[in-house]
């Protein structure tokens, strides 16, 4: 939900702020207000973590004093494969949320000719949708597996990938407001094998192990999403052409998360 909150935020930011200022007026000096904001986002999330309490199952293993002096060499060396196999189920959601989000807006605007406000209100109306169905997703996942609802959710993606871009550079609102909120329901979906993140590595390095691979999977395939897709868009002259690096994100994923046990029911304190 909150993948898709931060993105309603910045996205619906933009919209408010170009319907006020208007296009210029926002190229001129309305984005230096979002970095404003961004700051203060920003010591507020400072604020937040440094409240937060260690895991009782961290504690426990502080107590006995079994914790890695330095958790990050011990995951390289001993977990590489679980941070390998978590980049591999990931990559889809990043590339995805980067591409139907940031690039999408963008996209919207060069190929569909529509103005920033209506681009970002078209995003922002989808990006509704992963924070309503968020919670499903998680339910069922909870109740027949992650690897069922995550594969669901890739394979859901990957059949519409071609539909979505088709109906995002119709040029027809209630179309493209379709495209946005159908995709965003297939990434509520399949984004709830994030929670195999936590479960896949032990206690003691749990927080190394989550981290390196989220943060490599986010600036490898995330930062480089808009970029690759707009490399596509200009090389092919083909206004459908973003869905090829989708589409590769997505298988790679989906083989990816075949070859992972299920973790549904598993006790994190036992988890190797």
């Known amino acids: 939900m909150s993948q898709g909150g931060g993105s309603l935020l910045a996205t619906g930011s933009v919209a408010i702020l170009s319907v006020m200022m208007g296009a210029s007026g926002f190229a001129a000096t309305g984005w230096r207000w979002l970095f404003g904001i961004g700051v203060v986002v920003a010591l507020i999330g400072v604020a937040l973590r440094t409240g937060i309490s260690e895991s009782p199952l961290f504690k426990k293993k502080e107590a006995t004093a079994v914790i890695e002096k330095v958790p990050l060499l011990d995951v390289l060396r001993t977990h590489w494969k679980q941070v390998l196999n978590a980049i591999g189920f990931s990559v889809q959601g990043t590339v995805l949320v980067y591409l139907t989000s940031v690039f999408a807006v963008s996209y919207l605007i060069t190929v569909s000719h529509v103005s920033l406000a209506t681009a970002s209100l078209i995003t922002a109306l989808g990006l509704i949708s992963i924070i309503v169905f968020a919670p499903v997703g998680g339910f069922l996942a909870d109740k027949f597996g992650r690897r069922p609802i995550g594969i669901f959710g890739m394979l859901g993606a990957l059949i519409f990938i071609y539909p979505y871009f088709l109906l995002l550079s119709s040029g027809v609102l209630s179309l493209m407001i379709l495209a ?93």
């Open 180 to 272: 946005q909120v159908v995709i965003f329901f297939f990434e509520a979906m399949e984004l709830t094998i994030v929670t195999m993140l936590t479960e896949i590595f032990p206690t003691r390095v749990r927080v190394s192990g989550v981290s390196l691979s989220y943060q490599l999977n986010t600036a490898i395939f995330g930062g480089t999403t808009p970029l690759i897709a707009t490399f596509l868009l200009a090389s092919t002259g083909w206004k459908l052409a973003p869905m090829i690096w989708a589409m590769i994100a997505i298988i790679v994923s989906i083989i990816s998360l075949l070859i992972m046990r299920e973790t549904k029911g598993q006790d994190l304190a036992t988890a190797k």
